[in-house]
Structure formats: structure tokens, C-alpha cells
């Protein structure tokens, strides 16, 4: 019976983990990179294999696993995330916004936000 309670405490906890690992971030706008706030520097948080896809000058690259080692290297306390992916953008936008940094908007690689408003919420 201890050992039913203690594997259903561990299945939870598990599960809790994966589900806020991939909850949608609010109050951060999908904006095209052209239009970003001029005032955010642009951290691009895709890995080193997918930055073929869509290269910005004047964009910090630091992948998600090295953002904890040098996230300190970002200039400015205002970001604009470029991600491949939701799960990447979630992850880079909490981890930012743990660390003191004003996320103003994302932009993900394979969706330019022309189909999307400029403030919309996700």
C-alpha cells in the first residue's frame, strides 16, 4: 500500500513537471522580428543546428542549454526571444524573466506572425 501511495506521488510529480514545462507563456506578444522594439535586444534561443533557418543581425545566439551559463552576457534588460519552436520560447521566456529581463515579444522561426495579431496573447 506505502508502496502504491509513494509510486502515485512520484507519477504526479512527474507529470506536474512536464505539464509546466510546456504551459503557454501570457503577456507576451507574437511580433515579426521586423517589428520588434528597436529599444530589446534580440536573443535567439535555437539550437546551433537550426539557425539556417532564419539568421538575424545584431542577435545574441545563446541556445537553451547554455542560457543559464551565459545569459549574464546579454546587454540590455529588454529581450525580443527568437525560437524554434513553443517549447523552446517557453523555456527561454521563463528563464529570462527569472533572471530580471523584460521579455517584450517572440518571434518563432517557422511563423512570421502575419497571421496573427500584433497583440496577441498567448
Known amino acids: 500500500?506505502?508502496?502504491?501511495?509513494?509510486g502515485l506521488a512520484l507519477f504526479l510529480i512527474i507529470c506536474y513537471f512536464i505539464v509546466q514545462r510546456s504551459r503557454w507563456i501570457k503577456n507576451?506578444?507574437?511580433?515579426?522580428?521586423?517589428?520588434h522594439d528597436q529599444a530589446s535586444q534580440i536573443v535567439d534561443v535555437?539550437?546551433?543546428?537550426n539557425l539556417s533557418t532564419m539568421t538575424i543581425s545584431g542577435a545574441?545566439?545563446?541556445p537553451i542549454p547554455y542560457l543559464k551559463r551565459y545569459y549574464h552576457e546579454i546587454p540590455s534588460k529588454?529581450?525580443?526571444v527568437i525560437?524554434?519552436?513553443q517549447l523552446?520560447?517557453?523555456?527561454?521566456?521563463?528563464?529570462?524573466r527569472k533572471n530580471g529581463f523584460d521579455v517584450t515579444g517572440y518571434s518563432l522561426a517557422e511563423c512570421t506572425c502575419s497571421s496573427h495579431s500584433k497583440n496577441m496573447v498567448l
Do not use: Q, T, W
Open 1 to 6: 500500500m506505502l508502496l502504491l501511495i509513494g
Open 28 to 35: 507576451v506578444p507574437c511580433v515579426d522580428v521586423k517589428h
Open 46 to 49: 535555437r539550437d546551433y543546428n
Open 60 to 62: 545574441i545566439v545563446i
Open 78 to 80: 529588454k529581450v525580443h
Open 83 to 85: 525560437a524554434g519552436s
Open 88 to 96: 523552446e520560447k517557453n523555456i527561454g521566456v521563463r528563464f529570462l
